[in-house]
């Protein structure tokens, strides 16, 4: 609507006939200036579209299941990736049904954050419901929307992370193994080189009793 000034508002309106017995005479409008519920409404719309676009350029896998029911009520793109099946299929499971999750102990610490509140993360080793196999790292914590307990799930995909970590050990084992042999090998050439001196000691003293001792003393032959 426009006021006298020039500037308009959204309003609401309501109109009420008036009627003089079977005749209508008039009309009573009531118009209501809405335009606080109205910035109210876009403010939360810009935050709900903020609030998506956030969830759906998330690099983690994001589920979000009701604590009560178990279903799962909003995933992202990158939690699909992670599970390696169709949004239609996911958005249906129920988490306390999940052999993938039972089988890597990710149910029970489910349970334990909705019971106690207290926030957990895990890591393991898991074959999704869709045949994926997989090495993952899940946070799971405990919200509350109405009063009605919700369960949210962090998921990251770690199998490569874990592949590079189990490289990098290996190549410093390999590292130790060749130190380790390199140092054997120095303390071997020491030991050598110290014994020869000795033993170079020994012969030279054999060497000046030989030229001290008669030819026919029993000793010349030990000494030779």
């Not at 335009?35 to 896998?61: I, W, Y």
Request: contains cysteine; aromatic residues 8%.
């Amino acid at each position: 609507m426009w006021r006298a000034d020039g500037t308009c508002f959204p309003a609401e309106y309501w109109s009420h006939f008036i009627q003089d017995k079977d005749e209508i005479v008039g009309a009573v409008v009531t118009f209501i200036d809405i335009s606080k519920r109205k910035h109210a409404e876009d403010g939360l719309r810009r935050a709900l579209n903020f609030t998506e676009v956030l969830l759906e350029q998330s690099p983690m896998g994001i589920r979000v299941f009701d604590g009560n029911t178990g279903i799962c009520l909003k995933i992202n793109q990158a939690a699909v990736s992670i599970a390696g099946g169709p949004v239609e299929m996911l958005l249906k499971q129920n988490f306390r049904e999940l052999k993938s999750w039972q089988k890597a102990g990710l149910t029970s610490v489910a349970e334990m954050v909705l019971a106690d509140g207290e926030a957990r993360q895990v890591e393991t080793d898991m074959v999704t419901s869709f045949g994926k196999t997989l090495s993952t790292r899940y946070f799971f914590a405990r919200f509350f929307v109405e009063k009605q307990p919700h369960l949210l799930t962090i998921g990251q995909d770690i199998s490569e992370e874990k592949r590079l970590t189990e490289e990098r050990q290996q190549m410093e084992e390999k590292m130790l193994h060749a130190q380790k042999l390199e140092s054997l090998g120095i303390l071997a050439g020491g030991i050598a080189h110290d014994f020869n001196n000795i033993l170079m000691a020994v012969a030279g003293h054999a060497d000046l009793a030989l030229l001290r001792l008669s030819t026919e003393s029993s000793a010349v032959h030990n000494l030779k």
